[in-house]
């Protein structure tokens, strides 16, 4: 596999403009994500603007490895992107990524958010924070207490089964065994006021409608809501709720990741990782914080007000890599305790 | 053309196959090219075999010990109560409009079809969006109550499985009315005369001669209810009701054993073909039942005053829950959200990539059941008709599944050519069906073509063989007959099945979205794009374009419902992916 260095730019801009004047198809990027595509477009946008390579994009859900796999070599995918560590791990792990080797990149993404040789990097986090309703006397919170019998009835969340909360249940077992993670689940069954569905904006609509007291959901959809970006009924459900940034009791604040990789065939792998480096770079790191409200991956990007007025946030140090490996486990105890029925 | 024996001289062939005796090859054209087509649609289930036998350790001990037990009984639990409130919904009103007049009676006829157009994830958003404590309607009874919080008081959450049974029947009810209204309106008009006349009471003519007759059309149309049902994942998982469906997806994206899923997904098409099977047999009664020789419409009875009204609020509600009460919704959040951001200028280019990938696949649809129908009628034995068979057998596939199945085929017949082209032309094709949106139409083609299939058999069974025997005789030959004396005959049945399958294809979301070229969104893929970030109020213009355009086909379809009300019951049984011609059904009149 070809790996290029980055040191010596000017080689490099040289080698873009050859390729460039070889074929103007150079110029463009394939992008396959799993990231919605009103959350990047505006990203994607700036980076085609800065640097004029047009970005191709397909928005997929389920399937995406599996289609990266089955066009096999004559796959256009330059890069690889999803909204969870899990499934991207997954795609490493499938042998769907290529090693990258950029100062820049490495530079920018903090050595535990990102895979061994370049195979991934994140690029953008968001804390699993609890909602609560407004007026209830509570600051603090771990997600060790998610099964305390006091929230009987009163707890939302969407579906067990989900990558976050999947995530979420696998760091808990890397504390503290499968075991004790059992009962805990059984415990925030117990609790449910609703059934485990929906999304995490529902969460904080059904607190509203008093139909639970607490949930868990993303930390960004607070900004979206409380912003009036998603509409102004939205601000409603963003203000019924303050957010707490829960922690583990030995540990920090839960996040997930949105990243990407360059695919192992990428037909325009120079774009591939010129996407990368751009999405880290401090412009793209600030559009993620203000359009997505989300937590820039860079060391002192700055972080939207609306986020960092819920708080400190101090990431749990367990590395994402374990926690992707008890991700089959969680989903089976999620089975197992019966969560979402 | 009116061939006044085609009803007593197809009925005694019993499936409408011509007789073979007429200059036909020995080496079958029509053979081959329908086994082409049953091959195409059968590709992906083999590959998902093939994926399935890749083994998965563990995996059936932990479904049977955690999943199995809840799952299936939800999953029952669901399908029970789809099945009894479509059953319910769907024969009351099309006995109310088929056997009585009110006022109002003559819409609410095509109004009842209209929730056809809504796809059910659609309707289960807008209603608990409705239905929430925060929503308009409680928030309108806490006003009227008096009562301040909804912390006080509050309706039962929709997000259960009573909500979704709720949710499921009151969208999937005009497939038994379709076919149940059909059978009142053709079937036993003869007996409930005689009924009637014997002095029998409305009750006692329904319950005693009304319904026994028009048992199979309900199971029929039941059966159709319930195969939507099971495929369908996005309304139940999201009201929180977690069927079989729901765990092939845990399999497969949370615990990425793609084996393990497809397991699950083919244990599920067991179940799915005996549903089919009792279908059949439904139909195998119906045959039974079907043996009055000169059927007339039913004289429908007036119902006055305050009856009349009750009559037409019983056949209102429906059309208000499945339809207006969510296209209102979709409407309002339409309104609200042109006002607060405007519309994407990528809708236009939507719409149109949605109507071409849908026409383009109907077309093909339509060909292809053209051709695997007309092999069984002019082929001899089983062989074609166990074509037929496998042709349909798309349906039974949940969309996802069969999307993931596709992949293989598709990458493979592309890896096929690319090398050939290659070799040959010294020109690489590269992904042409996945680049060029080929690979969608293929899907829809191949989970569609049981609908356009089973609306030509329906069609083909009602033409004499006669007829075929005479277009022969006079030396045209098997094409020429097709294209110049059946396609003409069959243009309603035709019709039916298009349109249908063009909503279908509208509506279908899993193997657009994995299957589609790069850049390319359809309105359902915006859809699904905005409603899985959680931002369902931007969606709903899409949503709103996806009702309106699959109502123009509805639309059309009442139309054609109107001019032969059996034609598209009959189509629209034809679904069920088994199509058992019921030749006796049409009377002669309604040949031509």
Known sequence: MPRMSRKRPGVLVAAALFAAALSAQAQEVNLYTTREPGLIQPLLDAFTAETGIKVN??????????????????SPADVLMTVDFGNLIDLVEKGLTQPVESAVLNEAVPEHL????????ALSMRARVVYAAKDLPIDSFTYEQLDDPEWRNRLCLRSGQHPYNTAMIAAHIVYHGEEATLEWLEGMKQNLGRAATGGDRDVARDIMGGICDIGVGNSYYVGLMRSGRGGPEQVKWGEAIK????????GGTHVNISGAAVARYSPNRDEAVRLLE?????????LYAEANFEYPVKRGAEIDPIIAALGDLEVDPTPLVDIARQRDAASRLVDRVRFDR | MRPADSSIESASIGSGAAPAAFGRPRWNPWLIAAGVVALAVAAPIVALVATASAGSEELWSHLIASVLPTAVRDTLVLLAGVGVLTALIGTGTAWLVAAHDFPGRRVVDWALLLPLAVPTYIIAYAYLDVLHPVGPLQTALRAMLGIDSPRDFRLPDIRSMTGCILVLGFVLYPYVYLTTRAMFLMQSANLIDAARTLGAG????????????????????????????????????????RTLTVSVYTTWITRSDLPGAAQIALAMLIVVLCVVLVERWARRQRRFANDAQHPRPLARQRLRGGRGLLALA?????????????????????????RFAGVSAAIPREVLNTVTLSAVATVLAVVCALVVVYAARVGRGQAPRLLVRTASLGYAVPGTVLAIGLLPVITGIEAFVDSAAS???????????LGSGAAVVYAYVARFLTISAGSLEAGFSRVSPSIDAAARTLGAGAVRTLIRVHVPMLKPAIATGALLVFVDCMKELPATLLLRPLGFE???????????????????????????????????????????????????????????????????????
């Open chain 2, 314 to 338: 019983a056949c209102a509600v429906p059309v208000f829950v499945g339809f207006v009460v969510p296209t209102w919704y979709l409407l309002d959040q339409t309104i609200a959200r042109v």
């Open chain 2, 522 to 592: 359809t309105l359902a893929t915006h859809l699904y794009g905005e409603a899985v970030r959680g931002t369902y109020e931007e969606a709903a213009i899409a949503a709103l374009l996806i009702v309106a355009v699959g109502l123009v086909p509805v639309l059309i379809l009442t139309r054609v419902g109107a001019r032969g009300p059996a034609e598209a019951g009959m189509t629209i049984s034809a679904r069920a992916a088994v199509p058992e011609q019921g030749a006796a059904a049409a009377p002669p009149d309604q040949t031509a």
């Open chain 1, 57 to 74: 994009s397909i928005f997929v859900r389920d399937g995406l490895a599996e289609r990266v796999m089955a066009e096999g070599t004559r």
């Open chain 1, 114 to 121: 990102r895979g061994k040789d370049g195979q991934w990097y």
């Open chain 1, 243 to 250: 957010v707490i940034l829960p922690t583990f009791e030995n």
């Open chain 2, 423 to 433: 070799r040959l032309l010294g020109a690489s094709t590269g992904l042409f069906l």
């Open chain 2, 202 to 241: 409305r009750a006692r003519v329904f319950l005693r001669v009304a319904l026994p007759l028009a048992r199979p059309a309900v199971a029929i149309g039941v059966s159709l209810a319930l195969l939507e049902t099971l495929n369908d994942i996005g309304a139940a998982e999201f009201l929180g009701v």
């Open chain 1, 278 to 286: 751009y999405l880290v770079s401090d412009d793209a790191q600030k």
